[in-house]
């Protein structure tokens, strides 16, 4: 049930505001902290004290007086308190330790040798326990943030729905939990990578925006008005699973001629070996990679693309040609500020993105020609990790974006 009219409730709220406050804008004074937010003195004087007890806030300078005493400063503090963040896709688990600025202190990547169901499961909770095992104690540990692809709820912290993964109404939240006493947050991938392109990325002034990502399927995450939209049962944002060719291939959702297979990596892989296999065309994948296929990968294709290799031009071409189909229909359904892109095709690879731009602001309607603003990710290659450490830090501080 939501608690309304609750002191502590509103306590809780207003240590929130507090200390998002002193995230933003220290170092900065008790009395300027009132002022700013429109709270008492007293109010931010007690929440103060509890957030330097607790060590995410400590005291950092003298400031300028305005007569009177001069003001003692207040800093958020990020080190005293650390984020386990785990990331689970259909090739790889990343967990990593971060401190509340999403710094990264360390980082293991797991191949999941393609394992699904209660296999991954599994996997990931041995992944996490080993992880955990390196720590004398778990006293500073603000909880384990676990992101993935598919349907999502995220408040009951379920997987609802992953066909890459064979994950149906998995109740990962609580597993974890159970098993290792920590708070536990659970969400979508693509939500969690909005969130941090926020709170950690260049995108902040911007309230109404579409983030997709492209790797082993294609996801997206929709922030309207400042707020993730979810849907009614968490499935938003599930743009690889558009219809892009009637009576196209057969996706792994049942459905026919979905956006990602066109688009995903595993696809892009195929066209790549198929040609190599063929030898119809000439390609500098040959020399990069030798006779052994699995060295190719997505860094591998974009680097024969900015040496101009024709091949992977074309196949680059193809792409980008159904990726705009998906983004046309989602720029004029949602009408979004910008359009945001990752995964490691997008990565280095500034030729795509322009040609996404080239493609789409063709066929646009006319008043959104000029408009028309897609832009590759400001997260970096660790981009998995600081959305996983944006969930909880939305979930627990409810640090507002």
């Given at each position: ?48 004290n509890e957030l330097i007890n607790e060590g995410v806030v400590r005291e950092d300078g003298i400031g300028i007086s ?336």
């Amino acid at each position: 049930m939501r608690r309304t009219g609750d002191l502590k409730l509103m306590q809780e709220l207003n240590r929130s505001i507090i200390l998002d406050t002193i995230r933003k804008h220290g170092p900065i004074s008790r009395s300027d902290i009132a002022k700013l937010i429109n709270i008492s003195p007293t109010t931010v004087t007690s929440a103060v004290n509890e957030l330097i007890n607790e060590g995410v806030v400590r005291e950092d300078g003298i400031g300028i007086s305005n007569g009177g005493r001069k003001p003692v400063l207040l800093r958020f503090d990020p080190n005293t308190r650390y984020v386990i963040g785990v990331s689970i896709s259909n090739s790889f688990i990343k967990i990593s330790e971060m401190n509340l600025e999403g710094s990264i202190i360390r980082k293991e990547i797991h191949s999941t040798n393609y394992q699904q169901g209660e296999e991954i499961i599994s996997l990931t909770l041995q992944i996490i326990e080993h992880f955990l095992q390196s720590k004398e104690n778990l006293e500073g540990c603000e909880g384990v943030s676990i992101i993935t692809p598919g349907i999502v709820d995220a408040g009951k912290g379920i997987v609802s729905y992953n066909t890459k993964l064979k994950l149906y109404d998995v109740p990962l939240k609580e597993m974890v939990e159970q098993q290792f006493g920590l708070p536990t947050y659970l969400d979508n991938d693509t939500n969690a990578f909005v969130l941090a392109e926020n709170y950690f990325g260049s995108f902040g002034q911007y309230k109404d925006l579409v983030y997709i990502t492209i790797g082993d399927g294609v996801g997206s995450g929709i922030m309207v008005n400042g707020k993730i939209i979810r849907g009614y049962k968490g499935s938003s944002g599930e743009l690889g699973h558009t219809t892009i060719v009637k009576g196209g291939l057969k996706c792994e959702c049942g459905n026919e001629g979905c956006l990602e297979n066109y688009v995903n990596w595993p696809a892009i892989y195929s066209k790549i070996v198929t040609a190599l296999m063929s030898r119809g065309k000439e390609t500098i994948i040959r020399d990069l990679v030798g006779d052994d296929l699995s060295r190719i990968t997505p860094a591998v294709f974009v680097q024969a693309i900015n040496e101009g290799d024709s091949l992977c031009l074309q196949i680059m071409e193809e792409i980008a040609s159904h990726l705009s189909t998906g983004i046309i229909n989602t720029i004029h359904l949602l009408n979004p500020e910008v359009i945001i892109l990752s995964g490691e095709i997008v990565q280095e690879n500034d030729l795509f993105v322009n040609l996404l731009k080239s493609h789409v602001s063709k066929q646009v309607i006319p008043i959104l020609k000029e408009e028309v603003n897609i832009q590759p990710t400001s997260l970096g290659a660790d981009f998995e990790m600081l959305g996983a450490a944006a969930v909880l830090l939305q979930e627990k501080y409810q640090f507002t974006i």
